[in-house]
């Protein structure tokens, strides 16, 4: 993220003495802890924005609920609609920039819609945490349950996954990335899966204890410390 700043401390002084710098990018502060953080939303159509307007999806609204708190962040929309835990694996390199400060992973619920067997699952999303976490990127990892409709025996082999997941990688959880959303027909669309942008509110209200968490991990200085804390893991 940093690797042109030895390059640009030699460059600078010269520049400096030339008068090619303007005065606003001579007294400009260098190093980390500067700039917006980079956050990314990685995930499937739940993150993505499937069926909604522009500015409701789940990156652009919590991007202004970070806003309004004060966080400078800067929210990517890494989602795609229909990915499973294995799409997205694949195209974990392209998909989250090295530079990435934090990444939400959201992935799973297509998974358990089409049945995949859930140590399947699990084995993707490890691989996703072990290769973010070899980068020295920070995670939040976003929990699924299985739909009621794939039986009791699947839904507990795969709904406890990702606590596991979490546990084992050392990462903190955001238990079911649609608490309060689920089956709540004013909140979701049509088709009773997707929120609508009102259910996407309630899920960036929800989730932003935990996400303003991590985010004062990764720069205790940002504002926002006095946010309230996060009932979840980590």
């Known amino acids: 993220m940093h690797r042109f700043q030895p390059i640009a401390r030699l460059l600078l002084p010269l520049l400096m003495l030339c008068g090619i710098l303007p005065a606003a990018a001579q007294t400009a502060p260098q190093g980390p802890g500067t700039g917006p953080i980079e956050l990314v939303a990685f995930g499937d159509s739940l993150s993505a924005g499937y069926g909604v ?3 409701e999806s789940f990156p652009e609204q919590l991007q202004a ?3 309004a708190k004060g966080y400078d962040v800067a929210v990517t929309n890494a989602g795609v609609s229909g990915d499973t835990t294995s799409g997205g694996l694949a195209r974990l390199d392209w998909s989250v920039p090295q530079t990435a400060d934090l990444v939400i992973v959201e992935l799973g619920a297509n998974d358990a819609l089409r049945g995949i067997a859930p140590e399947i699952a699990e084995k993707n999303l490890g691989e996703i945490l072990e290769r973010l976490k070899a980068r020295g990127t920070a995670v939040l990892l976003a929990g ?12 507990a082999a795969f709904d406890a996954i990702y606590e596991r997941l979490a546990d084992q990688y ?8 649609l608490d309060g959303v689920a089956a709540d027909p004013a909140l979701n669309q049509a088709d009773h899966m997707h929120p ?5 509110a309630v899920i960036v209200e929800r989730m932003l204890p935990a996400v303003t968490q991590a985010l004062d991990r990764i720069r205790p200085s940002a504002p926002g410390r006095d946010s309230a804390v996060s009932p979840t893991r980590g």
């Not at 609508?196 to 996407?200: E, H, R, T, Y």
Request: net charge negative.
């Open 65 to 67: 609920a970070l806003s």
């Open 170 to 177: 050392d990462v903190p959880l955001y238990p079911f990335f």
């Open 196 to 200: 609508n942008k009102q259910g996407v």
């Open 144 to 155: 699924m349950l299985a739909p009621p409709n794939m039986g009791s025996d699947y839904a």
């Open 53 to 55: 307007g522009p500015g």
